[in-house]
């Protein structure tokens, strides 16, 4: 057949010829049967029985060109002519078009309307994009096609959960409250205990926590318990002032939930991976609290889930505290940090961006650039997540950080009787809860009070009680807040021990100075990488005045003829020679020297400073911020 196709004229080449021969073979089938389901066959007439495989074959061609498309029309005919010429042709049949009977006959299955998961991705796209009244009604299409070959489908419930799921997570608690108890109440109509046990744990979230510590970590677990149910509890507990004992304690039943589990999600491990390195970082251990977040960042991908997002936003925001501001911006700038947010995400993102700037620009005292800049250009509020909830709504007295910062606020108002009260409180609390990063800065600040009452050997003692923590370096604006405090305290500690209206022995008044210098030297040294100049200069201020009566002491002591150097630490004495004390005046001297002109540089630069504003390089990171979120709201839902 294929020899003689090859001999076909070339009018078969056209359009019309084409027609033409298909019209003509067809002539050679009957067109219908006979009153008894025979073929009708006439001599000279028909050469094909109707019902023959040929017949059928030549039926099933001829049905097949006059359905064609003119396009369709068209390829056939260059495919045709490839055909003759010996050239590579055909249709280019992808393996998925012999599916669902689409080159087959079809059978009764193929005949059934069946669900289809189109539906459920455009309404994951428009939750994405935020795109409410698209997502509910594809939410509503998804949910009304056929699941089963009864009337009612039985998945009531599952649609007025996940509608609940969606109000909750756009921060409409009402609407989410109405629709958990409908889908409760058909849950239990329907014996589906699983979806009552959801519809009960998203109940529960809505609510109000309590504003006592210790009165909400109180979810007991039950057979098949998801595990992000129990760590959510953790979530809200530390957000109303529970303690780190009973987070911990929650925790450790997540991990129980999602072992006894075999329907453990990845999500759920890297969940819990990231809620232990939030807890750490409040238990002050940072470098757990690095290790559970390179774990999460490492095993995920781009756009999985929030877990990474977390984790990379704790990471930048740790870089600015560490005076990285550049480092933490390339974190939260790099495509594989904000590639597949979605549009609540994406506020969480720009919030972070922009206070990543913005605490920058509020430590270096660019207060030209705050007004004018940033927050002109300051992100809009996102939906609130699920812990944010009850911490704004329902703040919890015991705070230490709020303490804390009043306490700041009084001191800089020399009401330090009053200051004492929320120092105090921040103690209670921070210990009581076991966040020992703000107990540490509580400390501190009771250090520094201490001074100004008088008591600057208990304000000494007290910060040493907690140093060497302090010195490793997990947060360096508090290791330097606390290397100052204590050379402040060493210094008045000498001048308290005896007589305060006696000035002490030049010998004491070297010692005390002379070890509280390498405190002013690191504090220095953190502030400037950090870049807060204002405090930087105080410390310079105050170096410059140490190594001034330093080199002072010396003197006197070289004067009066008195070559005995103290050791406070030990209260030993020794002896020295007048050249070495000579030598050492000079050389303290000198230094005092280099303090007053590091002074006014860093005052110069400082002033340099506080008067800029925008560069290209700020105005590019806030342009890249807006374009991320006009791509994400572009996409097609």
Known sequence: MGRGLRNVPKHLYTHDGMSQFFADVIAFVPERDDEGGRSVLTAGNYAV???????????????????????????????????????????????????????????????????????????????????????????????????????????????????????????????????????????????DALTALHCNNLLKRLIPASSSPGSNISMTVKPNTPP???????????????????AFRKLYQSIGCGDASYADSSEAKWARHAAQATLWTYAGVESLAQTHENIVITFTEAGDDDSRLNALRAKARRMVRQGNCGGALMVLLDPE???????????????????????????????????????PRRPGHAPLPQALAHRMDFPHKHNEVVAERVARRLMDDKEYAQALTHILDALWSSEYRGTWTYHRLAVVL??????????????????????????????IEIRAYACHTLARCIIAE???????????????????????????QVAETDYNQIGVYTERLHVIYTLSVAYHNIASGLQAMIAAGDETMVTPDVSGEWEADRPVLEAKAKQMTNERDRMAEMYM???????????????????????AVVKVGAAINRVSP
Not at 337 to 365: I, N
Not at 494 to 516: F, M
Not at 601 to 614: F, I, L, P, T, Y
């Open 337 to 375: 940090t904000w590639r597949g947010l979605t549009l609540r995400q994406y506020g969480f993102w720009a919030s972070d961006v922009w206070k990543a700037l913005f605490e920058t620009a509020k430590r270096r005292r660019q207060e030209s650039l705050i007004v004018d800049v940033l927050i």
């Open 49 to 191: 029985e109707r019902r023959s495989y040929f017949g059928l074959f030549i039926r099933r061609c001829y049905l097949s060109f006059f359905k064609l498309s003119w396009r369709g029309s068209i390829k056939l005919l260059a495919d045709y002519k490839s055909w003759v010429e010996g050239k590579d042709t055909g249709y280019n049949l992808r393996p998925t078009d012999r599916e669902g009977g689409l080159l087959l006959v079809p059978t009764l299955s193929d005949e059934q309307n069946q669900a289809q998961m189109d539906p459920y991705e455009r309404y994951e796209n428009a939750v994405k994009v935020g795109d409410v009244h698209s997502a509910i009604e594809n939410l509503r299409r998804f949910f009304d096609q056929q699941f089963s070959q009864t009337d009612e489908s039985g998945l009531t419930q599952h649609a007025l959960l996940n509608l609940a799921r969606l109000h909750y997570s756009l921060g409409e608690f009402q609407a989410a409250g109405s629709a958990a108890e409908e889908a409760l109440k058909l849950a239990r109509n329907a014996n």
């Open 601 to 623: 540089e860093v005052d110069k630069m400082r002033r340099e400073v506080s008067r800029m504003g925008a560069d290209d390089e700020l105005k590019a990171v806030l342009d």
């Open 228 to 246: 992000l149910e129990v760590l959510y509890e953790v979530q809200k507990g530390i957000a109303t002032g529970d303690s780190l004992r009973a």
């Open 494 to 520: 000498c001048w308290s021990q005896d007589d305060p209206r006696e000035k002490p022995p030049p010998a004491k008044t070297v010692a005390a100075l002379e070890e509280a210098v390498p405190f002013l």
């Open 446 to 475: 009771l250090a520094e009070v201490s001074i100004e009452f008088g008591m600057a050997g208990r304000g000494r003692r007290i910060i040493e009680g907690c140093l060497p923590q302090i010195l490793n370096g997990d947060d």
